[in-house]
């Protein structure tokens, strides 16, 4: 048997052997993707930009000549347009085997699809946000999802899942903002490596990515693509950090860079990220993908390139393996080594490492998914994702209205209480194709509305819309518009229209209770209000919704806002008065239910705020670890948030004892053990998240007035007590020096705990002594918490 085919033979060897082989053109065919609509009859067409048609019979033949030389990986076989999920297995197995059986060494490609908030493709389970995710503050939950998600992946063939995000949040006018963890960095990095756990599973035999290395979400001014401008300290710090958790803890498969410039270096051209700390210093082992249309942007809009081939080298030599979507710049790989920008070396290091994945993955044992196999939409990963939307609505502010007692008379009343997409994240399969113009799939989403219907002990007196959002969903700006002049000005699709608010108000009049549905709709490039190219100068509601909530309110009846969406907005001064107001983000094809169970308290709110709600866009940029001095000097009054990281009311009160420090002085290599006796004070059960803040009392750099480190939900019955107790490694107390390395510093430190950011309850201080200490690769990165009841 030849050695590359044999599956007995190890890993490197079949790899020499198979390189050996392969001629330059097969070498390169390995280093991108093809972005194809597939056909079951082998009448496979390229993907072509939304204003050309399709390929001619002519293209058609050159493509075939051109897949003849193999593939790297296959973009999005199910998830590029509406096709049965069986359909589309079958599409690609026809692809596959044309691969495997009819190209000269028969190297079998890798399936990507995007699988942020479930598999992108129809008829997958829809699953709630990352905001959702992380607002659950419950690791393992995240695990579960992930690893249902990554079931769905595998039974239609997927290789390589595009998730997940690991963005910190930083500013809520970023469209992206839905699509991450958080703003706190270790939160952020524990959610995403139990995400890449749960997705790639025990063998890592589907390749998680992590995006968007790195800073993507601090540009500048919140706009898709814009520079950022960061040292290397702050992004060490803020933004590294989770990736290295993921890769370090979770051994994540595959990175993807972003599209920006960090200090005038574009992200998909910088060695330094890509090979030295990714690979190098970190001990990276899987593949880094490109962003879609990254290398493109290098020379379209960076300028650090002339053209096609140049972009493509400079991707390539500084550590990218394939390029995606498809071969924009790597079909002129050929043309880079001639003019000597790229080496065979370089091409040859590249190919062995995308072609070990594919080894190790088993593809070439296993090329193909069995289309009679295909399992979607499980009562199990139902029951998952309708779980994960009920723990992370979180309740902001309530009097007593909720939960709804006492068959009170209901309105429903706004824009999203009956829209299925208000539910949904831009990832998700029915949003990410308004951008394409193609029909929403939405039969299973059910909606609050819907929900509500079904719910007994309240009386609905009816549904009135109040306003529209959009009127019409349809597709956006270019995905990358820039701002040459030479475009016409975008036009905004919000609706001002304020004609549906009288009827909302009289339906209003004739209730016990307004439910006010209200928030944003996700839609990429503008075809939305959030999301991916929907950036924002405003954190007011969009459209007239401001005006509906000030009329319901002027009403006098009790009016609980329920608030659906990828960012938060602020009421606009209704904060106090309204009766009650819960942030459900977008809590996927169950949230109606999650949402209608908490209203009448077959739930409590058990979630908590991952993102700070700003007072408003001009507190912009706003995060709860920010340093002293961003308050402004005097402390400006629009800065700061009411609603702080790790807020969240229950329907009782918990009481904290004095925190209690093991050891007031610990060593250099040891552990910080602080507890804290919490009680419940109030009439109900209920559950609190408790949360252990570091504040780093002097150190050599700049750091922020606290960081979380610890946390640890306990339920309590009336009146039961619990002591909680944190271990927190010494190692977790660092920070990056100029030099570029993670060190730790003798010195105090202030021990917090609390019930968020903003409510300290106890505080205590520890002595950490020894000589600074620099940390090696095998740092510890995670803290401990322990319950007794």
Same mark, same amino acid.
């Given at each position: 048997m030849t050695i590359y085919k044999d599956p007995t033979r190890p890993v490197a060897e079949r790899v020499a052997d198979l390189l050996a082989r392969m001629t330059p053109e097969e070498k390169f065919a390995q280093m991108h993707a093809y972005w194809l609509v597939l056909s079951p009859d082998g009448d496979h067409r390229e993907r072509t930009d939304l204003s050309d048609e399709f390929s001619g019979a002519t293209q058609q033949a050159a493509l075939a000549e051109r897949l003849k030389r193999g593939a790297g990986q296959i973009t999005r076989p199910l998830g590029t347009h509406i096709v049965a999920p069986r359909e589309g297995v079958r599409a690609a197995n026809r692809l596959q085997r044309m691969l495997v059986e009819e190209t000269r060494l028969g190297i079998p490609a890798m399936f990507h699809e995007e699988c942020l908030v479930g598999l992108l493709c129809k008829d997958a389970t829809l699953f709630p946000s990352s905001l959702n995710y992380g607002s659950?503050?419950?690791?393992?939950?995240?695990?579960?999802?992930?690893? +249902?998600?990554?079931?769905?992946?595998?039974?239609?063939?997927?290789?390589?899942?595009?998730?997940?995000?690991?963005?910190?949040?930083?500013?809520?006018?970023?469209?992206?903002?839905?699509?991450?963890?958080?703003?706190?960095? !270790?939160?952020?990095?524990?959610?995403?490596?139990?995400?890449? /756990?749960?997705?790639?599973?025990?063998?890592?035999?589907?390749? +998680?990515?992590?995006?968007?290395?790195?800073?993507?979400? =601090?540009?500048?001014?919140?706009?898709?693509? #814009?520079?950022?401008?960061? &040292?290397?300290?702050?992004?060490?710090?803020?933004?590294?950090?989770p990736f290295e958790m993921a890769v370090k803890l979770a051994h994540a498969?595959?990175?993807?860079?972003?599209?920006?410039?960090?200090?005038?270096?574009?992200?998909?051209?910088?060695?330094?990220?890509?090979?030295?700390?990714?690979?190098?210093? !970190?001990?990276?082992?899987?593949?880094? %993908? +490109?962003?879609?249309?990254?290398?493109?942007?290098?020379?379209?809009?960076? *300028? %650090?390139?002339?053209?096609?081939?140049?972009?493509?080298?400079?991707?390539?030599?500084a550590g990218l393996d394939i390029e995606l979507p498809k071969d924009d710049c790597a079909r002129h790989l050929a043309q880079a080594l001639e003019r000597g920008l790229i080496t065979m070396d370089k091409v040859d290091e590249i190919v062995a490492r995308v072609l070990a994945e594919k080894f190790r993955l088993g593809l070439f044992e296993h090329p193909y998914a069995d289309e009679n196999d295909i399992v979607l939409q499980s009562d199990d990963t139902r029951r998952i994702a309708r779980e994960v939307a @009920?723990?992370?609505?979180?309740?902001?502010?309530?009097? *007593?209205?909720?939960?709804?007692?006492?068959?009170?008379?209901? #309105?429903?009343? &706004?824009?999203?209480?009956?829209?299925?997409?208000?539910?949904?994240?831009?990832?998700?399969?029915?949003?990410?194709?308004?951008?394409?113009?193609?029909?929403?799939?939405?039969?299973?989403?059910?909606?609050?509305?819907?929900?509500?219907?079904?719910?007994?002990?309240?009386?609905?007196? &009816?549904?009135?819309?109040?306003?529209?959002?959009?009127?019409?969903?349809?597709?956006?700006?270019?995905?990358?518009?820039?701002?040459?002049?030479? /475009?016409?000005?975008?036009?905004?699709?919000?609706?001002?229209? %304020?004609?549906?608010?009288?009827?909302?108000?009289?339906?209003?009049?004739?209730?016990?209770?307004?439910?006010?549905?209200?928030?944003?709709?996700?839609?990429? =490039?503008?075809?939305?209000?959030?999301?991916?190219?929907?950036?924002?100068?405003?954190?007011?509601?969009?459209?007239?919704?401001?005006?509906?909530?000030?009329?319901?309110v002027e009403t006098g009846k009790p009016v609980v806002v329920v608030m659906t969406g990828g960012r938060p907005y602020h009421l606009g001064g209704l904060e106090s008065h309204v009766a009650a107001w819960v942030m459900a983000w977008a809590p996927g094809q169950e949230g109606g239910h999650a949402i209608a169970d908490l209203l009448t308290g077959k739930r409590e709110p058990q979630g908590r705020l991952v993102v700070s709600v700003p007072k408003s866009a001009g507190a912009m940029p706003y995060y709860?670890?920010?340093?002293?001095?961003?308050?402004?000097?005097?402390? @400006? =009054?629009?800065? *700061?948030?009411?609603?702080?990281?790790?807020?969240? /009311?229950?329907?009782?009160?918990?009481?904290?004892?004095?925190?209690?420090?093991?050891?007031?002085?610990?060593?250099?290599?040891?552990?910080?053990? +602080?507890?804290?006796?919490?009680?419940?004070?109030?009439?109900?059960?209920?559950?609190?998240?408790?949360?252990?803040?570091?504040?780093?009392?002097?150190?050599?750099?700049?750091?922020?007035?606290?960081?979380?480190?610890?946390? *640890?939900?306990?339920?309590? #019955?009336?009146?039961e007590r619990a002591r909680v107790t944190f271990r927190i490694p010494v190692d977790m107390l660092n920070f990056t020096s100029r030099d570029g390395v993670r060190i730790v510093e003798p010195g105090e430190f202030e021990i917090r705990v609390g019930a968020n950011s903003g409510d300290i309850r106890s505080r205590g201080t520890v002595t950490v002594e020894g000589e600074t200490h620099e940390l090696g690769n095998n740092w510890r990165m995670l803290s401990e918490c322990y319950i007794e009841q």
């Open positions: 659950t503050w419950d690791p393992e939950l995240v695990e579960q999802a992930a690893q +249902a998600i990554g079931q769905e992946a595998r039974a239609v063939g997927c290789h390589q899942g595009l998730a997940p995000v690991l963005d910190v949040s930083r500013d809520m006018r970023w469209g992206r903002t839905e699509e991450t963890f958080g703003e706190d960095p !270790w939160l952020v990095g524990l959610m995403a490596t139990r995400y890449v /756990k749960g997705l790639q599973g025990p063998h890592r035999d589907l390749l +998680a990515t992590l995006k968007h290395y790195v800073g993507h979400s =601090f540009s500048e001014g919140a706009r898709n693509h #814009a520079p950022v401008h960061l &040292g290397y300290c702050e992004l060490s710090d803020t933004f590294l950090l498969g595959s990175v993807m860079p972003a599209y920006h410039d960090i200090d005038n270096v574009p992200t998909h051209a910088d060695d330094f990220l890509l090979t030295k700390v990714l690979r190098e210093q !970190w001990g990276f082992d899987g593949i880094i %993908v +490109a962003d879609y249309g990254g290398v493109s942007l290098l020379h379209q809009h960076h *300028g %650090v390139a002339q053209d096609a081939a140049h972009s493509a080298a400079l991707a390539f030599n @009920a723990r992370s609505l979180t309740l902001l502010e309530n009097n *007593g209205v909720l939960p709804l007692r006492g068959a009170p008379r209901v #309105a429903v009343v &706004g824009p999203t209480a009956d829209d299925p997409l208000a539910l949904l994240s831009g990832y998700s399969f029915p949003v990410h194709l308004i951008i394409s113009d193609m029909l929403e799939q939405t039969s299973q989403v059910t909606t609050p509305l819907a929900a509500l219907r079904e719910q007994p002990g309240i009386a609905l007196t &009816g549904y009135a819309k109040g306003c529209h959002i959009i009127e019409k969903r349809m597709a956006g700006a270019p995905v990358f518009p820039g701002d040459s002049g030479e /475009k016409p000005m975008q036009q905004s699709p919000v609706s001002d229209d %304020v004609s549906l608010i009288p009827e909302a108000v009289r339906l209003a009049t004739e209730s016990d209770v307004v439910l006010a549905f209200v928030g944003d709709l996700s839609g990429l =490039f503008q075809s939305g209000t959030v999301g991916e190219g929907s950036d924002t100068d405003s954190l007011q509601l969009p459209g007239v919704q401001q005006q509906l909530l000030e009329a319901l709860y670890n920010h340093k002293l001095k961003s308050g402004g000097t005097p402390y @400006a =009054f629009h800065f *700061g948030s009411r609603y702080p990281f790790g807020y969240g /009311k229950t329907w009782t009160t918990f009481r904290y004892g004095e925190l209690e420090i093991a050891q007031a002085r610990v060593p250099m290599h040891g552990d910080v053990e +602080a507890s804290v006796t919490v009680i419940n004070s109030g009439a109900q059960p209920g559950s609190e998240v408790v949360q252990l803040y570091v504040r780093d009392k002097v150190a050599s750099l700049v750091r922020p007035v606290q960081e979380l480190k610890a946390f *640890g939900r306990v339920s309590l #019955a009336p009146g």
